[in-house]
C-alpha cells in the first residue's frame, strides 16, 4: 500500500473565520496563543509539515489582522474571505479558486484545533493515496454529549450524524467526529458542490461529504485520533487545557533528546526553543520564542530567557533575564539579578550579579563586576558600549555609552565611565573620600537627646 506522499500535491484549507466571543476578547479566537504561537500558526506549520504545497486560509470579513498572521506564518499562503456565515462547507468553497487549480489531495482543517500533529494530516493523506476519496478524522469520546457521531460499517464511513439530529442508539456511539477531512482533489469541487442545506439552520455542512461520496459511488473512510489531540478551542479555559497539552508535549520532547527538568511542570517551552543535550533546567524557567540552547549549559531557576543563545557550558541565573538579542558565548557565566539585552559576550566571560548590560559587546574572560550598568539610552537612541578581553569593570560601575573599555582594561569600583579607556589603564572617576573624625559620635549623641524629649 503507498503512504509516500511526496509525490502527491496537496491543497490545506485553514478555516479562520471564526469570531470566538467565548473568548471574551477584541483579538481574534485562532490569534491566541499556545507556546509563543498562534493557533493559527500550529496548524498552518503542521499541514506545512505533512506536505501541504498550498496553504489557503479562509477568513472573515474586515480580518486583515488574521490575514497578516497567515502570510505571517506561511509567506505564500493565500487568504480568502467567507464573507456570509453559512456553514462549514461554504467556507471551504470560499477557497474555490484555490480548489479549481487542481491538487491530489485536500486537507481541510480549523484554525482553532492547534494540537492536531503533522503526522496524523499525513495519515489522513496516505489514505486518499490508498483510494479513499473522503476520510474523516474521529476520535473515542469520553463523554460524547454534543458531538457529531460517525457511522461506520466495516472501513466505511457512512454518514456523520449531529447529536441533535441523532437517534437514541446513535447517541450510544462513542466514535465522534473531530471535524476534520480529507478529500480526493479529483472529487473534492464536485462533492462540496452537492452539499446542500436542508436542514434547520439552512446552512451547508461539510460532515454531509461522506454520504455524498457514497451515493457517488466513491469510497469514504475514517482514521482516528486521540480526543487529547483534536480537542478545539472556543475559551479561556479550554485555551489554558491546550497550553497545558503543548507545554507536556515539548517537554517530553526535549526530555527525550537529552534536556534535564527537575521539576518540567514548572518550565515553560515555546514552540521553537531549541535545546542541546545535557541540558539542566532548574525549576520555574520561562522560555520565550527564539531561544537556542547549546550543550551542557544550567539554566538556573526562576530565569526568564527571551531570543537569546547560550553557548555551551554556559550558567545562567538563578533570576537571570535574556532579553532579544543575546548571545553567550561558551562557559560564560551569568548570575543571579542579571538583566542582558541585545549584548554578547565571549566565552569565558563573567557577568555574575546585579547588572544590567543592554547594547554592549563584552570580550573574552571579562569580568563585569556587581552593579555595573550600561547607560545606553540617552533619551532619543541607544548606544554602545564595547568592552575588550579580559578587562575588569568593578562594582558599581556606571559606563555611559558611546564608550569603550579596551581589552585588559580597568575601571575602579563605583566609576562612572564616559570616556574610552585604554587597554591595561584604570579608570577611576568618584570624589575623592573624605574623613571627619568625630562625627558619627556626635551624630548618635545628638540623636539620643531628641528621643529623649
Not at 474571505?81 to 487542481?102: I, K, P
Not at 483534536?230 to 534536556?259: F, I, K, P, W
Not at 571579562?366 to 554602545?384: Q, S
Request: with cysteine.
Amino acid at each position: 500500500m503507498p503512504d509516500d506522499n511526496s509525490a502527491r500535491s496537496c491543497l490545506a484549507i485553514v478555516l479562520a473565520a471564526g469570531e470566538g466571543t467565548r473568548m471574551k476578547s477584541s483579538v481574534p479566537k485562532v490569534l491566541h496563543r499556545i507556546a509563543g504561537r498562534s493557533m493559527l500558526g500550529h496548524v498552518m506549520a503542521a499541514v506545512a509539515d505533512a506536505g501541504a504545497s498550498h496553504v489557503a486560509v479562509v477568513i472573515g470579513p474586515g480580518r486583515d489582522d488574521v490575514a497578516g498572521e497567515a502570510a505571517a506564518a506561511i509567506p505564500g499562503a493565500e487568504t480568502f474571505v467567507q464573507r456570509d456565515r453559512l456553514g462549514t462547507a461554504h467556507a471551504v468553497l470560499a477557497a474555490r479558486a484555490a480548489l479549481e487549480r487542481g491538487h491530489d489531495d485536500v486537507i481541510v482543517a480549523f484554525a482553532d484545533t492547534p494540537l492536531v500533529t503533522a503526522a496524523t494530516f499525513a495519515r489522513l493523506r496516505t489514505a486518499l493515496a490508498n483510494g479513499g476519496a473522503v476520510v474523516g478524522l474521529g476520535f473515542e469520546a469520553a463523554d460524547p454529549s454534543g458531538y457529531g457521531r460517525m457511522i461506520v460499517a466495516g472501513e466505511t464511513l457512512e454518514g456523520i450524524v449531529e447529536d441533535k439530529d441523532a437517534t437514541e442508539a446513535q447517541r450510544r456511539i462513542t466514535l465522534c467526529n473531530a471535524g476534520l477531512l480529507a478529500l480526493s482533489g479529483r472529487h473534492a469541487l464536485e462533492i462540496l458542490s452537492r452539499i446542500g442545506n436542508a436542514n434547520a439552520q439552512k446552512e451547508f455542512y461539510l460532515t454531509d461529504a461522506p454520504a455524498i461520496a457514497r451515493t457517488m459511488g466513491l469510497s469514504s473512510r475514517v482514521l482516528t485520533a486521540p480526543e487529547s489531540e483534536v480537542q478545539g478551542v472556543n475559551d479561556r479555559v479550554q485555551l489554558a487545557a491546550a497550553e497545558a497539552a503543548m507545554q507536556s508535549r515539548l517537554r517530553t520532547a526535549a526530555m527525550r533528546a537529552g534536556v534535564t527538568m527537575l521539576d518540567p511542570s514548572s518550565v515553560y517551552l515555546s514552540h521553537d526553543t531549541k535545546i542541546g543535550r545535557d541540558v539542566i533546567v532548574e525549576p520555574h524557567v520561562f522560555f520565550g520564542t527564539k531561544v537556542t540552547v547549546e550543550d551542557a549549559v544550567v539554566i538556573h531557576a526562576c530565569s526568564h530567557l527571551e531570543g537569546a543563545r547560550i553557548g555551551a557550558g554556559a550558567s545562567v541565573g538563578p533570576f537571570a533575564r535574556l532579553r532579544p538579542g543575546t548571545d553567550l558565548g561558551e562557559r560564560v557565566k551569568v548570575g543571579n539579578f542579571v538583566e542582558i539585552k541585545a549584548t554578547t559576550l565571549g566565552s569565558g566571560a563573567k557577568v555574575s550579579h546585579l547588572t544590567y548590560l543592554g547594547d554592549a559587546a563584552v570580550g573574552a574572560g571579562a569580568n563585569i563586576g556587581a552593579g555595573t550598568i550600561t547607560c545606553n539610552y540617552d533619551g532619543y537612541a541607544k548606544n554602545r558600549t564595547v568592552i575588550g578581553e579580559g578587562a575588569f569593570i568593578g562594582s558599581n560601575s556606571s559606563l555611559v555609552a558611546p564608550v569603550t573599555v579596551a581589552a585588559g582594561g580597568y575601571v575602579g569600583s563605583g566609576t562612572v565611565v564616559t570616556k574610552n579607556v585604554p587597554s591595561g589603564a584604570l579608570a577611576v572617576g568618584r570624589a575623592r573620600q573624605t574623613n571627619i573624625d568625630g562625627w558619627a559620635d556626635a551624630f548618635h549623641v545628638r540623636n539620643r537627646d531628641r528621643n529623649k524629649t
